[in-house]
């Protein structure tokens, strides 16, 4: 396994969750109501896995690892691809604000919900995608082979700070998230 197998593995747990929370979308536009602990946990699910550990490994590793090889040529693509992850931890945040009145059938909550969801599933479809077919690939070329392996080594120690078995556990999650969504 290379180090940006394990960045491509964890992209298809996101497609997987992203595809969950388009048809939860899908629901709402059709008048039907998910139950609020379907976005409770999905709310977990993308500040856990999708953030502290996933963009923690993009952010604060691989984004500074090749922005100082780099000497700041690739400053705006790291910098857009940084405020992508900012913009997702927002609407996720907006999601989580929602869900109280959202739970009670306030219209407005529920329209704040539907909005910031849909610009979350969009906003991160775009960017895994970018990732996968742009970022990745230009990394893959820029950096050196004994750099690109010791990515594999702090990549592995990183994840392993959250639990051997987190991984494992967010599929699980991700199973769970699924499962209340066809309750």
């Known amino acids: ?18 595809e969950i929370l388009s048809v939860s979308l899908k629901k709402m536009e059709e008048g039907k109501r998910p139950p609020k602990d379907f976005f409770e946990k999905s709310v977990s699910f993308a500040r856990e896995f999708t953030d502290k550990y996933h963009h923690f490994k993009e952010e604060h590793i691989l984004f500074n690892r090749l922005a100082m090889k780099k000497k700041g040529e690739i400053d705006a693509q790291v910098e857009s691809l940084k405020f992508q992850h900012e913009r997702g931890r927002a609407l996720i945040g907006e999601v989580a604000k929602t869900l109280e009145g959202y739970a009670k059938g306030q219209e407005a909550q529920t329209l ?16 895994v995608h970018k990732e996968d077919h742009v970022f990745y690939p230009m990394v893959q070329s820029e950096m050196p082979w004994d750099e690109y392996r010791g990515l594999l080594e702090v990549f592995q120690r990183e994840g392993s700070k959250m639990g051997e078995k987190f991984l494992e556990k967010s599929k699980r999650d991700l199973y769970e998230i699924g499962r209340l969504l066809l309750a």
């Open 1 to 18: 396994m290379e180090a940006l197998d394990i960045l491509i593995d964890e992209h298809v747990l996101i497609r997987q969750f992203l």
């Open 112 to 127: 704040i919900l539907l909005e910031s969801l849909a610009a979350y599933t969009s906003l991160l479809r775009q960017h």
